[in-house]
């Protein structure tokens, strides 16, 4: 999507937030004991009070308002039975749709107490994302995203799972431009337009290099398994950089 309107940002940035605040209250609930089909529940009661849908559903028949993805997990986890544990790395995902405008956000959590390497995983992968948001503005090409957070991977010693990309959002919940690389990607020549609207969303890894379906059709995890991280926001381009729509406010 391509904004056109003021109408159109303060739309994306309603429902920006609430996906933001959705993935604050959960956040808050994190604790051991409860299980992963209760913590959808509470951000489900969050989209619901704020008269928005949550995307995976609407759009795909998803199982559950939320994607939970707890350890091994690195993306798309069902909600159910699984209960959270001490030491267990949780990600986050919330996506919802209000008035024909989507908005995208996730975040990964550590239920105390962790390890340091998984602290220093967490830190790292928010660090991640800030360095592919700063190369967000109009005029600059899509390949300075991957490239910049392909550097940072290497020097500090992690993969990026490599098939699971970025994308672009708005009126859908996934639009052009489509398979946005959060990678060095050589084959990237797309330029990033004044008010284009699109997700950063790279996942972080301590060796993972790929995600792959496990037995239900929606949980994909590492491969090879490793810890993974996923930070992400949904993004306006403009010439002065970008507008970050699902940062809490």
């Not at 990309?165 to 859908?172: L, N, Q």
Request: net charge negative.
């Amino acid at each position: 999507m391509i904004i056109s309107s003021d109408d159109e940002l303060q739309a994306l940035k309603e429902i920006g937030q609430i996906c933001a605040q959705a993935i604050k209250t959960m956040a808050a609930a994190l604790e051991p004991g409860i299980t992963t089909l209760e913590l959808d529940a509470i951000g489900r009661r969050v989209l619901e009070e704020h008269d928005a849908q949550s995307a995976p559903e609407f759009c795909y028949q998803f199982p559950g308002a939320t994607c939970i993805s707890v350890n091994e997990e690195v993306a798309h986890g069902i909600p159910g039975s699984r209960v959270i544990g001490k030491g267990d790395l949780v990600n986050i995902d919330v996506s919802a749709v209000k008035n024909g405008f989507f908005g995208d956000t996730g975040a990964s959590f550590l239920v105390p107490p962790g390890k340091a390497k998984q602290e220093k995983l967490l830190r790292d992968g928010k660090r991640a994302l800030f360095i592919g948001l700063n190369q967000v503005k109009t005029g600059l090409p899509f390949a300075g995203i991957g490239n910049a957070i392909g550097a940072f991977a290497a020097k500090n010693r992690y993969t990026l799972i490599a098939n699971l990309a970025s994308h672009g959002i708005g009126r859908t919940l996934h639009e052009e431009p489509r398979e946005l690389a959060t990678w060095p990607d050589p084959d990237e020549t797309r330029i990033i337009e004044e008010g284009q609207v699109f997700t950063i969303e790279p996942f972080l890894s301590l060796g993972g290099e790929w995600a792959e379906d496990g037995k239900d059709p929606w949980t994909l995890y590492s491969d090879p398994r490793a810890p993974t991280v996923q930070f992400e926001h949904t993004v306006v381009a403009t010439k002065n950089g970008p507008i970050i729509l699902t940062m809490v406010e």
